[in-house]
Each structure stands twice: as C-alpha cells, then as structure tokens.
C-alpha cells in the first residue's frame, strides 16, 4: 500500500526554527510537495522537490533523500503566521498525487 | 483575479436533499481535482479529470458525480445526501496530468486549490 507519515502536532517559539520531517512508502515516485494550509483555508502551494536535496525559498527550505524516502520541511525564523498545518505529498509513478495527513504547527510567543 | 473559484462557500441542507457545487479556473489548466477534507482534515482525492479521461476513487460513493460543461469547470453534484457527507470540499486544478517528468511535472502537476465549501448536512 501506499502511505506518507508526518507528525501529527508540533510546537516551536517565534523566531526559532523548525523541521518537519515526512516519510513515505509509494508505488513509484514523481516527486514530492509541501503544502501549507491555514486553519479554514484552501491549502497553498510551498515546494516541490525531485533531486536529492536542498532547496531553498526564502525562510522555508525543503530536503529530499530518495533513497531514505524522507524529505523535511525546514521553518526559519518563525513568525505567528507560520502557524498551520504542512502537508507532505507525493506523486506517484501513475502521476497521482498522495497525501499525507498534515503537521499541525502551532507557533508560540 | 481568483484563480480558482468555487460556490457556495458554505451549504447547509438537509439529509437526502440533492446538491451541487460549483467549481471555475482561470488559469487555462487541463486538469481539475475533487477533494474531500473531513474533521481530521485528511485531504481524500475524490475525482480527477481532463478533456481525455476521468479518474474515479473508487472509495467514492455513487452519489457523487463530477460534470464538466468544459475544460474551465468541474462541478460536483451530489444525491442523496448524508450526515457523513459533511465536511469541507475543495476543488484544484492543474495545468496538466500527462505524465511530464523531471522538474517540469513540479510546474505541471502543482495543484491551485479553490477556497472550500464548507458542506454540513442536518
């Protein structure tokens, strides 16, 4: 079977940074995405990773080892909007895309 | 300019009423989603669809059924309705689902979310 595994729950202060990490056991692999989604809104796109390794977009990077199946989302220099979920999803060798359960993250001061 | 839209955004009925919401995009993309967010806030594909094919989870009841007027709307009506069908339904779309790989299936298969339609059935 096909699943993703990301912590259900984390917590950090503002200004701190964060990791959150993702697992995932699919048929194939097409790359994967990180998306974020705050509480009563759509989810927006974040990254998308295909190589192994880092890729950085301002204060949000993405990490991708393949042959682990693992990827994490790195947070820096956290603020209080940076408070929702993170949802990991990958595409598969059918092109479609499964997703994971979501980190919620709560930020405090 | 919302790039893709849906409505209602929210939609109280009563059980065994019919239903449909609708979905439009903007972006010129080939390729439109159904999904369903319950109160876990798991995100379960329901529908994918292009002008060439649709893509049924099979786990969907039969109730549900996408219609496409054309390539920019995928509306969803749903029979019958249920209790357990309360939840959030979003519609996205992508610009394509044909397979390109590589980095450039991270610019095809991004998927544009709608806004929601927050569905409670009573």
């Known amino acids: 079977g096909q699943n993703i595994d990301q912590p259900t729950e984390m917590t950090a202060t503002e200004g701190a940074i964060v990791q959150i990490n993702c697992t995932y056991q699919t048929s194939g692999f097409n790359g994967l995405f990180w998306y974020q989604q705050h509480a009563g809104e759509a989810p927006t796109f974040l990254s998308y990773?295909?190589l192994d390794g880092l890729e950085e977009k301002g204060r949000f990077s993405s990490f991708l080892s393949r042959s682990k199946g693992y990827s994490y989302l790195l947070l820096k220099e956290l603020q209080m909007k940076d408070s929702a979920s993170y949802l990991c999803?990958?595409?598969?060798?059918?092109?479609?895309?499964?997703w994971g359960a979501g980190t919620k993250l709560i930020i405090k001061p | 300019d919302t790039a893709v839209s849906q409505t209602p955004k929210y939609l109280v009925t009563q059980m065994g009423n019919d239903k449909s919401i609708k979905c439009e995009q903007n972006?010129?993309?080939?390729?439109m989603y159904w999904y369903k967010q319950d109160s876990k806030k798991f995100l379960k594909i329901m529908f994918s669809y292009n002008n060439k094919e649709l893509i049924i989870n099979e786990t969907v009841p039969n109730r549900f059924s996408p219609k496409s007027p054309d390539k920019a709307h995928l509306n969803l009506h749903i029979n019958s309705l249920e209790l357990g069908d309360s939840a959030v339904y979003f519609c996205?779309?992508?610009?394509?689902?044909?397979?390109?790989?590589?980095?450039?299936?991270?610019?095809?298969?991004?998927?544009?979310f709608g806004p929601g339609t927050r569905l409670l059935v009573l």
């Open positions: 999803a990958v595409l598969d060798s059918n092109y479609q895309l499964i």
């Open positions: 990773n295909v």
């Open positions: 972006l010129g993309h080939d390729t």
């Open positions: 996205a779309s992508s610009q394509d689902s044909s397979g390109t790989s590589g980095r450039a299936a991270g610019i095809q298969e991004t998927q544009y």
